[in-house]
């Protein structure tokens, strides 16, 4: 069983968060990348995106941005957007308040040397964050969520069930999360590029935030 969408629940426990992007005259979906960059699959997603013109935002682990500047500058001469997914991909809920605040900060850093000026977006990794670390973050961060967990990082789910899984939950406006992971790597490179055709097919375009 696999939790794609969260309880509204869970929406009202975090008033401000981004669910779903903002609304198009023409259905969008915006296409969310977690984890990377790392040069094993970051440059791949590229390469997909970039066959439906399709733009997507990159919620990056501070250690990979170290190790991968080079990566995650790619992304950025694609005309995609990084964002911050902490440093050390840190849960919210176990993490001190101080060291977690400063894990942010020190992603932040990197990001802010790779795109000045740009704006904040942070993503809580595993969606774990608390009402009063959200508060804590603003105004400076816009925290985003999700309206659709593609769930491509377990790997005993079938990539044709995440495929069809995927699809199905689909909406206009949709915030989707894929992972540029190892981990993900079976599911994300069987599903992302048949996600992209299946979507533009039905007539669907691709967002950044």
Same mark, same amino acid.
């Given at each position: 069983?696999?939790?794609?969408?969260?309880?509204?629940?869970?929406?009202?426990?975090?008033?401000?968060?981004?669910?779903?992007?903002?609304?198009?005259?023409?259905?969008?979906?915006?296409?969310?990348?977690?984890?990377?960059?790392?040069?094993?699959?970051?440059?791949?997603?590229?390469?997909?995106?970039?066959?439906?013109?399709?733009?997507?935002?990159?919620?990056?682990?501070?250690?990979?941005?170290?190790?991968?500047?080079?990566?995650?500058?790619?992304?950025?001469?694609?005309?995609?957007?990084?964002?911050?997914?902490?440093?050390?991909?840190?849960?919210?809920?176990?993490?001190?308040?101080?060291?977690?605040?400063?894990?942010?900060?020190?992603?932040?850093?990197?990001?802010?040397?790779?795109?000045?000026?740009?704006?904040?977006?942070?993503?809580?990794?595993?969606?774990?964050?608390?009402?009063?670390?959200? $508060?804590?973050?603003? @105004? &400076?961060?816009? !925290? +985003?969520?999700? *309206?659709? /967990?593609?769930?491509?990082?377990?790997?005993? #789910?079938?990539?044709?069930?995440?495929?069809?899984?995927?699809? $199905?939950?689909?909406? @206009? &406006?949709?915030? !989707? +999360?894929?992972? *540029?992971? /190892?981990?993900?790597?079976?599911?994300?490179? #069987?599903?992302?590029?048949?996600?992209?055709?299946?979507?533009?097919?039905?007539?669907?375009?691709?967002?950044?935030?």
């Amino acid at each position: 069983m696999h939790l794609h969408r969260l309880p509204g629940l869970m929406q009202r426990w975090l008033p401000g968060a981004i669910w779903q992007g903002p609304a198009a005259a023409q259905p969008t979906v915006y296409l969310t990348f977690d984890d990377g960059p790392i040069p094993e699959e970051t440059p791949w997603v590229l390469e997909q995106l970039a066959a439906y013109e399709a733009k997507g935002t990159f919620f990056c682990v501070g250690e990979n941005l170290e190790r991968h500047a080079a990566v995650a500058r790619q992304v950025l001469a694609a005309g995609h957007r990084l964002a911050n997914h902490t440093h050390r991909h840190l849960s919210g809920w176990t993490t001190s308040r101080e060291e977690y605040l400063q894990d942010i900060a020190r992603c932040q850093q990197a990001l802010d040397e790779l795109q000045p000026g740009a704006p904040r977006f942070f993503r809580p990794p595993y969606g774990r964050i608390t009402p009063g670390l959200q $508060r804590a973050l603003q @105004p &400076g961060y816009r !925290v +985003v969520m999700w *309206d659709l /967990l593609t769930c491509d990082y377990d790997r005993a #789910y079938a990539p044709e069930q995440c495929l069809r899984d995927a699809l $199905r939950l689909t909406r @206009p &406006g949709a915030v !989707v +999360v894929f992972h *540029d992971s /190892l981990k993900a790597s079976p599911n994300l490179r #069987y599903v992302l590029p048949r996600y992209l055709q299946a979507l533009a097919e039905r007539g669907y375009q691709f967002g950044a935030l």
